[in-house]
């Protein structure tokens, strides 16, 4: 058995890590689809990384943690919401559940038929991905936040540099809701 | 002859009914032809019902109120504005007329040599698309704004609980202009 | 009820005009949805009308032919068939019944689990849109094969000079099947 | 280490396990991505399957072949060769090696300083995915072809039905070289 | 040696000009790429003018100042900032120095291995495109911004007019940085 | 005065340097725009260079043949054949005359109102770029049929070896007409 689990993950932190310990921990055979939404998005304030970046800070994440039955797909965004659902169905293996916090997503698959679950928060204050950029680019420390192998690959690429170039002059709280979620 | 009124018609509502009827009324021949603009958009707060559940609401707002020498075509968005008129007119059987309250696309066929006319208003403020979305989410009752078949198709299709998900955290001002209007 | 008949109109011949007919002698109720495929090409040996010509060309043989409970609507392509049908449930009003010669088609709604019917052929070879072209193209007279309507309104937007400069210098068999069907 | 390996993988033979096999034998550390290309193409003759059934019928037979370090990507195509491995750069994780038959590939990647590496062919000729197509498309036996899993699965999805649905009137020779091969 | 010199030009002001002959002036045998960004776009307020219209405006406004050494390309937007960099290799002749403001565009180029300068900036608050579009579309004076040729074709074109119907509501900072800049 | 002269100079021959100057000598105050058509297109067999290398071949071409008062544009296309001109049109510097041996875009234009001409030919069997790719593909001289400075600059950029890899196993006649032409 598939369990889909969408997000942005920029970047993957420790809510998101948690997610996938604790779906693989309530479920003995299953294996966790970790779909990377907006997969073409990048350098931009809010998908600063590329999609191969995010599969590298997954990736290390995941074996530092030791998490097997994962597998990592990038998934590009497609214009039509309506047909979001059908294009993962065709684009991904079969999945059986479908994990998120996001309400779109949650109503984008419940009215297609799939069983959707709400995984549980974990100070989802502390884990919103905007918040972590924002650090990030104002040089704060973010150890509490990320994996400790996310933290030293963000460095790696200089993702303070970037961030503070991509923030906006003035922060506008985001005014869309988007599938693809935080 | 053809007249082309275009909008977003999200929802349908009483002030574009009576539009329609104000210009089957004042040209004895004419035929409106009701262009669904941003047909690929749904299930955002914008657009948040698909081309297909507007096409079958203004069809039932229609039938219901007997409105003949009336055609409804879904008109996908196309990226370039300077290009939206010939666009139109390739997509659609031939048009001599042209309706609208949107002071872009009034330029836009001005432009391309078009008659454009202002149909009367009919309470704009009261039926604003954005204002009657806002009620439909928080559960308020629309019966005074939209024809009675709208009403009924929009509890159908369960337009309430699908606007209370789609609705952003704090209300932007529209900030572009768009030729598919309202 | 409403019937799906999906084609690319190329032009809009007595078959289809038949099978029109055939339908809606067939189901009392039915309304039929002629969805006009490929709308977006023009001015190609394989589409060389646009959406708008064709739409214009079947309205002039519906209304020739007295047939009401008809609709109309172009329908751009999608790049991906495995997401179609799910477009077209989208993008239309709701259908019940789909009508097809082709063979894709079939299979695509049947895999979504739609009934799918083959209306009957009426001398298909005769009425095949590719030898129909040619024929136009070569100025030979295609009288017996459209309705009179179309035979006027091709020769009104000169068909047969803009069919002799697109036709291919050597012609060559389909190779692929599109949904679209002829 | 990764090393990329790119294929259309319509569908997955015993000529791909095999490079698969032999990249993996030939250096001990490296791990082999596998990325599907034309993700978004299916119900094609060329492109008959989905990416998730190719996705599925690849992780099927890797798994019975037991061969761990391989991780699958589904790839869409973008439109512009010049821009493709840049694409395939930002897309996937970072690769240091890339394994082609496909002499445009090796091009690509090598203008842009790749080594590339041309694995050994284990019957070219009987392991063309055309000739396969081909064959399933009439009922005949591909056992040989296959790995005994994709065999298992191309019956559960029924591939030999939809192959002779896509199979073109008459065969035509490939024209255009693709960078994502056969 | 060609400089490439990115910008939106909407519309083309001093401030532009004064960068072309800084950078002439400062490199003798230099060719200057102006580089029009975002060239799709037109008749929204961000990109009031066509690219054709802006081509035309600095077109003007460089024979009038008679500076020889610079060609001008209409650019049209990549969706994938990762990509830019690579797209514009590949569309224009090849460039070994870029010019530019723009802290993404900066990052981009740099991180491609490019020389990348900052020319001067002639009081940048004054010529701001946004500030300068806001004058027009309030009928104020900008002789002192523009070039005298680019104020008469602005008037020429009715620039005042559809930026009045183009301005949004309410004025929004702009919240995202896009490599086209300014 | 502008005239265009669209084509996608795969490669840039003797022939079009021929059709420039000639109408160049034909009228006195003429600027001649060439639009590199395809220009998203490379790597292929017919469209092997990018765009960037065909403004290059052209550049290197009018400099040594002294040819002022031409200009260059790369211009990707459309897909649709309808909205060529229009397009065309927005992208471009405003032009009074058009050029073409093309019928499809004579056609085209002519439709939309323009003067078109057909500039004389000079050998055209000898100068189709298809042809000349084959001669280029199999080591052939082709000292004849280019200009000295494109002869030179295709050896620069290995056209020999790229053309090899990218002919068709078995060359195939064109069977549709595009506008952008040979």
Redesign the interface.
Known sequence: MRGLYVGRFQPFHRGHLEVVQSILAGTPEIEVLLAIGS????????NPF???ER??MI?RALRDAKLART????V?DI?????WV??L??????FQQVYTHN??T???FKRAGYPVENPPLFDRVLHEGSRIREMISRGQDIQRLVPPTVDSYLKEIGAA??LR??R??????????Q?TGD
Chains 1, 2, 3, 4, 5, 6 share one sequence.
């Not at 997969?39 to 809010?46: D, L, N, R, V, Y």
């Not at 214009?79 to 047909?83: F, G, K, P």
């Not at 169905?89 to 079969?94: N, R, S």
């Open positions: 997969a073409e998005q990048a350098f931009t304030w809010e590329t999609a191969g599969y590298e990736d597998v990592i797909v990038p590009p214009a039509r919401h309506a047909l059908r294009y169905e065709e684009l991904l293996p079969p309400p779109l949650h109503l984008l540099e970037r170039l991509l906006p002059p003035r922060p506008s709280p985001p005014t869309h809701r599938p």
